[in-house]
């Protein structure tokens, strides 16, 4: 069965400083990894997936199939970035999807 | 576009009771997928229904079930409450094709069992 293992449950740092959210996953096949993010008093949304392979508001993910992690990373942490975090999978388009239990990130000034 | 909608937003219950929550996807998306969120456990897959079947399970008791009706509006049920169902109920609606990757969550039911 697929599993999805966020190790931290609270992250802090200061403004400015680099931030990295682990995900790491077992799967045996291809997954699709998937980003999301729950901010105060907010629904839960979309942030970013692997296949897209973009930037959204400084984050970025990439997807390593040898150490089957997904990793969130920003260079430059700002205080809005607060928020829950949560990595998320699935195997294919259609099958449901499974997350982690998520990792609170407080960023300070 | 209008978002997902759940209702009702809170709910409090006695044990032994059972509880219907409803939950209203976006126009057009035919995919509902319903999660118990709790601290301890965080978000946990209940089931999806897509087109009125129920498309995929997650590891709960015969307790818990669901339905979808042709207007893709969903509902969950749980029957015979205990104090550890209290939780946060969320759904999600997606798309079908090429955007079905992306889930768009409602604001969730709070539930309260006492």
């Known amino acids: 069965a697929q599993r999805v293992t966020q190790p931290e449950k609270l992250l802090s740092v200061f403004k400015g400083a680099p931030v990295e959210l682990k995900c790491n996953y077992s799967?045996?096949?291809?997954?699709?990894l998937f980003w999301y993010v729950q901010y105060s008093r907010q629904r839960l949304q979309l942030l970013l997936r692997?296949?897209s392979r973009e930037s959204i508001k400084g984050f970025t993910a990439d997807l390593n199939k040898g150490e089957t992690s997904f990793h969130l990373k920003k260079p430059f942490a700002q205080e809005e970035d607060s928020a829950m975090y949560y990595c998320a999978l699935r195997r294919r388009a259609g099958t449901a999807l499974i997350f982690g239990k998520g990792t609170t990130l407080s960023v300070s000034s | 576009k209008a978002g997902v909608t759940q209702t009702p937003r809170y709910l409090i219950k006695t044990r032994g009771q059972q509880v219907t929550l409803s939950c209203s996807p976006i126009s057009g998306h035919r995919s509902v997928s319903w999660y118990q969120q709790t601290p301890g456990q965080g978000l946990q897959f209940l089931f999806e229904?897509?087109?009125?079947?129920?498309?995929n399970k997650g590891n709960f008791p015969g307790r818990f079930s669901g339905r979808q009706f042709s207007n893709s509006r969903s509902e969950m049920n749980v029957s015979t409450l205990e104090l550890g169902d209290s939780a946060l109920y969320l759904c999600?609606?997606?798309?079908?094709?090429?955007?079905?990757?992306?889930?768009?969550f409602g604001p969730g039911t709070r539930l309260t069992v006492t």
């Open positions: 229904y897509f087109s009125e079947t129920q498309r």
């Open positions: 799967y045996s096949g291809s997954p699709e």
């Open positions: 692997h296949i």
């Open positions: 999600a609606s997606s798309s079908t094709g090429q955007a079905s990757y992306e889930q768009y």
